[in-house]
């Protein structure tokens, strides 16, 4: 590292004061980022019980996006950071969009990381995905079995009851969860109208637990996060901190207007040399010696075939066995291979 380049403190000083997301997926180091501050009046929400804070998920995340300690970290745009940033005060779902390889659901990991909010919860949305399924399951077969296995055994409705990743998200608890909704473009032309309701008012019956709530006041099911319950009153899931929530979408489909209305919009460029340079570092420290040829090669591909970031890194990888060498027919027939278009996948 030489002496010009900047140190953290001097890229924290460029920052905007009201940003707490700074998009390098770095812990924040300055506490008073970890304190969000209160959303609009028309974004309060008052739900009960409070929730314990979720735990972290700290293999899930360096999957996603590599280690936080290496230095120089990733430079996000200003486009991004002020959206993201709007997203969070106003408690207004984001809505990323980009090509396939953009590296917009890491938006949701890096928010989580650098503000210390635990978990992401990742609601992976295909054609048959419907809003009931991100909400919460009901095992009714499963208790009906229970009941003539045993019948004189006490048999509580939530023991059969488990949310979902949005109905986990809209828990009670001090600090939003992050919800990672990927790829709505798949779902049915419903599910975006469907959403609406629920995350404008931040809550949603659960009329199993309704229908019994006059016996069992407090209820306690499964959550989406593994091993863990929650304590429902009255049947009825009411949040506190509304969600970060980003969605992603490949643009294979227009949304509703109404939909579009309650979200802000984020459309992502494809990574820059700088950003997937910072990438290679962060996943692969050992093989990240600039190699400025094959992040050039990578990107000039790019221009007419649709890649993704991660097939950067498997090059990169495979640099590390020897195989790399510009010249090298064989590498260059291996990496054509590795660098197949997505443009069919999407």
Same mark, same amino acid.
């Given at each position: 590292?030489?002496?010009?380049?900047?140190?953290?403190?001097?890229?924290?000083?460029?920052?905007?004061?009201?940003?707490?997301?700074?998009?390098?997926?770095?812990?924040?180091?300055?506490?008073?980022?970890?304190?969000?501050?209160?959303?609009?009046?028309?974004?309060?929400?008052?739900?009960?019980?409070?929730?314990?804070?979720?735990?972290?998920?700290?293999?899930?995340?360096?999957?996603?996006?590599?280690?936080?300690?290496?230095?120089?970290?990733?430079?996000?745009?200003?486009?991004?950071?002020?959206?993201?940033?709007?997203?969070?005060?106003?408690?207004?779902?984001?809505?990323?969009?980009?090509?396939?390889?953009?590296?917009?659901?890491?938006?949701?990991?890096?928010?989580?990381?650098?503000?210390?909010?635990?978990?992401?919860?990742?609601?992976?949305?295909?054609?048959?995905?419907?809003?009931?399924?991100?909400?919460?399951?009901?095992?009714?077969?499963?208790?009906?079995?229970?009941?003539?296995?045993? *019948?004189? @055994?006490?048999? #509580?409705?939530?023991?059969?009851?488990? %949310?979902?990743?949005?109905?986990? $998200?809209? &828990? +009670?608890?001090?600090?939003?969860?992050?919800?990672?909704?990927?790829?709505?473009?798949?779902?049915?032309?419903?599910?975006?109208?469907?959403?609406?309701?629920?995350?404008?008012?931040?809550?949603?019956?659960?009329?199993?637990?309704?229908?019994?709530?006059?016996?069992?006041?407090?209820?306690?099911?499964?959550?989406?996060?593994?091993?863990?319950?929650?304590?429902?009153?009255?049947?009825?899931?009411?949040?506190?901190?509304?969600?970060?929530?980003?969605?992603?979408?490949?643009?294979?489909?227009?949304? *509703?207007? @109404?939909?579009? #209305?309650?979200?802000?919009?984020?459309? %992502?460029?494809?990574?820059?040399? $700088?950003? &997937? +340079?910072?990438?290679?570092?962060?996943?692969?420290?050992?093989?990240?010696?600039?190699?400025?040829?094959?992040?050039?090669?990578?990107?000039?591909?790019?221009?007419?075939?649709?890649?993704?970031?991660?097939?950067?890194?498997?090059?990169?990888?495979?640099?590390?066995?020897?195989?790399?060498?510009?010249?090298?027919?064989?590498?260059?027939?291996?990496?054509?291979?590795?660098?197949?278009?997505?443009?069919?996948?999407?």
């Amino acid at each position: 590292m030489t002496s010009a380049a900047p140190r953290l403190r001097d890229l924290d000083d460029q920052r905007p004061s009201w940003w707490h997301y700074h998009g390098d997926g770095v812990p924040a180091a300055d506490p008073s980022r970890l304190v969000l501050p209160d959303p609009p009046n028309w974004r309060l929400f008052e739900g009960e019980p409070v929730q314990p804070p979720p735990g972290e998920d700290s293999e899930e995340t360096e999957r996603k996006l590599g280690r936080p300690d290496v230095f120089p970290p990733r430079r996000a745009d200003r486009q991004e950071c002020d959206m993201v940033n709007a997203a969070i005060l106003l408690r207004r779902p984001l809505l990323v969009t980009g090509q396939p390889g953009s590296g917009k659901s890491a938006i949701a990991f890096r928010v989580a990381r650098e503000l210390g909010l635990g978990r992401v919860l990742q609601w992976a949305i295909t054609s048959r995905t419907a809003l009931r399924s991100g909400l919460y399951e009901y095992d009714a077969i499963g208790r009906a079995q229970a009941v003539t296995s045993a *019948p004189d @055994a006490e048999r #509580r409705t939530g023991d059969f009851v488990r %949310l979902g990743p949005l109905g986990t $998200a809209l &828990l +009670a608890y001090e600090r939003p969860r992050v919800l990672l909704v990927d790829e709505l473009d798949k779902s049915d032309i419903d599910l975006p109208n469907d959403l609406l309701d629920v995350f404008e008012r931040g809550q949603f019956p659960i009329p199993e637990l309704v229908r019994v709530s006059r016996h069992e006041g407090e209820a306690s099911v499964y959550t989406d996060d593994p091993g863990a319950v929650a304590a429902i009153r009255e049947g009825r899931v009411r949040c506190r901190a509304f969600p970060i929530v980003v969605i992603t979408s490949n643009g294979e489909r227009e949304f *509703p207007p @109404a939909f579009l #209305r309650r979200c802000l919009l984020l459309e %992502l460029p494809m990574p820059s040399a $700088a950003d &997937l +340079a910072a990438m290679v570092r962060a996943q692969l420290p050992d093989a990240a010696d600039g190699r400025p040829d094959l992040i050039n090669d990578f990107l000039s591909r790019g221009t007419h075939d649709v890649l993704a970031r991660d097939q950067l890194l498997n090059a990169f990888y495979l640099t590390n066995s020897g195989a790399y060498s510009q010249d090298d027919e064989a590498w260059q027939r291996l990496i054509t291979a590795i660098w197949h278009s997505l443009a069919q996948e999407r």
